[in-house]
């Protein structure tokens, strides 16, 4: 079986008094876990045990019952009359921070003592202890009860005792078939939430290389991101190769204009004051706000990916490797802008293969490597060109393609995204035949050489780019011909065709 969880965030209507007391709760279950974390590291063997052993150590070393009337470092210190499940959510908050810091510290301690072996420098800061606590209260059962659709009776600590109260929940509603874990108490925005986190329980999804290989029907979501108008591009197709839909998911432009718009503000601000006070957030509000809508954008644009998989039953979610972010030039609200857009193209891969996973779908990412210059039919080099343009030259980021082979022509994101989907194809195809991994030159020699190369075994048989070759890709950076903007395709074919091995990895154009 495999799970899946997510979480459930839901909005308290509450009365203001009310907020005080939610913020003397947590401030109290902060208290109590930094109170533990203390005990922990007075007895750092603890943390050999399982949460379950180390959960009844630390009662017996702080809690006072009639067969143990004096522990040893009491609880009480902190606060009296603080329920069994209150105490026991905040020891376990305490057992992950310290497991957490603990670990980074021996992680470090091997590092000083392999640095002072070899006689080097060793300059590195140990980490530190959590100076300050500011954990979200985890409401174990007992601390809430009677929860409808619409209210909760929550357990709270007014400052002077412990109280009931019932409060309204308003927004998304907790899915019908799924295990429900302990809720907590959430400050975000001004506002109280309650996060749920919720378990889904099913049978895990066979292996992509088994789908892949074991049955032609299979269905594949293949999805080119984009910077421009087309935010993503999703088609779907069988094993086979049989092409069944696709889907344009736009908003590109409408994105990129309101976050450039404020950008320009901030640059227009940051003008005026002259000065940047270090360590200090500046133009917090519009910063706030293109985080939001950045946000946004990548849960609304993973969810409709997801959707559209689900629509036609794929069960594989396939994207291409990012590459490197590519420095471009011009004003600050856009050199800025493009480096938004990249690293939201990195969230909407991230939330679309959790929101798959929930839904049983697998994500699984190709490599980048001429993706958009590639033929999804024939494997032949493409035009790419804007309307009303003669289909000779690649431009950049143009709508529209041309197959000088097959004549293949349309929509040059959807072709690219085709090719997604056949990369991950042909990943698990050729090493299922038990095909050995010919080295470059004699790949490229047994097909006909130049056009066909670009979709080398080597190139789409690494699910991930070595980081190594990324950073040869910088290195090369002005000499590899593939960063130029612009190029004819014949001049394409030439460099394709040149079995020089330190080219392999061009980053991957827009
Ligand atoms: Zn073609």
Known sequence: MAKATKTIRQSLGYKPAHAA???????????????????IAAHEKVLDLSNKE?????????????????????LEAVGE???????????????????????????WKKRKEKAEAKGKQFTE????????????????????????????????????????????ITGRELPADVEMGSPSLIWRGNHWWLHTPIEKQFSSPPKIEKQVTANAETKICAVDLNMNEHVAVCTIQTVEGTILATRFIGGGR????????????????????????????????????????????????SARIVQFAREHEASILVFEHLGNLKPSRGKYSH???????????????????????HEGILTSRVN??????????????????????????????????????????????RNASLVIGQRLITRYQNSSQGKPQAPLGVERGEKSPGVEACQDAQCEEGPSLPPARHAGCNEHGTGAPYQRQNMSATEVVKVVGKPSAHLTYPCRKA
């Not at 320009?264 to 940047?276: E, H, L, S, Y």
């Not at 958009?372 to 343009?389: F, I, K």
Request: proline share 5%.
């Open 335 to 357: 050199r800025s802008n493009s480096k938004r857009a990249f690293w939201m193209k990195g969230r909407i891969f991230t939330y679309a293969k959790y929101k798959a996973y």
């Open 125 to 168: 800061r140990p980490p530190v202890p959590p100076r300050s606590w500011n954990k979200p209260a985890t409401l174990y059962a007992g601390q809430w009860k009677e929860r409808t659709r619409s209210s909760i009776v929550l357990k709270v600590w007014t400052g002077t005792c412990w109280s009931w109260i019932k409060v309204r």
């Open 21 to 39: 007391w939610f913020a003397a709760t947590q401030d109290l279950f902060n208290q109590v876990a930094a109170f533990y974390f203390e005990v």
């Open 368 to 413: 980048p490597r001429h993706t958009s210059r590639e033929c999804a039919g024939c494997h032949g080099l493409v035009a790419r060109y804007e309307e009303g343009q003669p289909a000779e030259d690649y431009t950049s980021g143009a709508p529209l393609v041309f197959c000088f082979q097959c004549g293949m022509k349309g929509n040059a994101d």
């Open 54 to 74: 180390a959960l009844t150590i630390l009662e017996t070393l702080t809690h006072a019952t009639q067969k143990n009337p004096t522990p040893i470092m009491p």
């Open 254 to 301: 409408e994105i990129s204009g309101f976050r450039k718009k404020l950008l320009g503000w901030i640059a227009r601000n940051r003008r005026k004051t002259g000065i940047i006070v270090e360590g200090e957030q500046d133009n917090v509000h519009l910063w706030g706000k293109i985080n939001h809508v950045d946000e946004h954008i990548a849960h609304l644009v």
């Open 81 to 107: 009359d603080i329920p069994a499940l209150f105490r026991r959510a905040a020891i376990h908050a305490a057992l992950g921070s310290a497991r957490s810091f603990y670990s980074l510290l021996r992680k």
